[in-house]
């Protein structure tokens, strides 16, 4: 598959808005193969795109700080895994400008480290309350799969815990 191809796929399915310390890369993620999407292909303004890059370095940041494990590593991850803190609410509404501009859902990423591995199965939508888990596996839906826990109306996705307390 060219390169053109590849990117152009990238646009059929549903995409996810994500940052992390560890790649500096676009936070729009092709849902297919979970491969950054350039934010030049993306039909939003300079400005947008600047308030792009920023949300993505901003969370960068506080990842970094958070996997340092120093004095700040809680605060950090309650930045990164509330939904109502500054820097997911500045997220969620840049995935919609997304979603908006591209026509394709944009879901928005939610970290999830620690938990309870009893309450994680049963968690619900941070924004909504609601049964998050989906059970069913689509072949189809690719890199998208990778999360468990998906709201629709709210356009969140995550993964189960990566570590247990």
């Keep these: 598959m ?23 890369l676009s936070p729009v993620r092709c849902g297919d ?8 292909r993306l039909p939003v303004s300079l400005t947008n795109r600047a308030d792009l890059l920023s949300w993505s370095s901003a969370y960068h940041h506080l990842d970094c700080i958070w996997l ?21 609410t ?8 997304v979603e908006l501009a591209a026509g394709i859902p944009t ?5 999830r480290y620690y938990e309870d591995e ?3 199965e049963d968690r619900l939508c941070p924004s909504c ?22 709201c629709q109306p ?4 995550s993964h189960r815990a990566s570590s247990r307390v």
Aim: proline share 4%; hydrophobic share 35%.
């Design 129 to 150: 309350g609601q049964d998050w888990r989906e059970d069913v596996l689509d072949e189809k839906a690719g890199h998208f799969q990778e999360f468990p826990f998906r």
């Design 118 to 120: 009893e309450v994680d």
């Design 90 to 97: 500045s997220g969620r509404e840049l995935a919609a400008l």
């Design 2 to 24: 060219t390169e053109r191809n590849r990117q152009r796929s990238c646009l059929t399915r549903a995409q996810v808005f994500i940052s992390s310390a560890l790649e500096g």
């Design 68 to 88: 340092a494990s120093g004095d700040l590593e809680e605060s950090a991850y309650a930045r990164m895994s509330a939904p109502d803190s500054e820097l997911s």
């Design 33 to 40: 193969t979970g491969e950054p999407f350039p934010l030049y």
């Design 154 to 157: 709210w356009r969140l996705v």
């Design 107 to 111: 879901f928005y990423y939610m970290i």
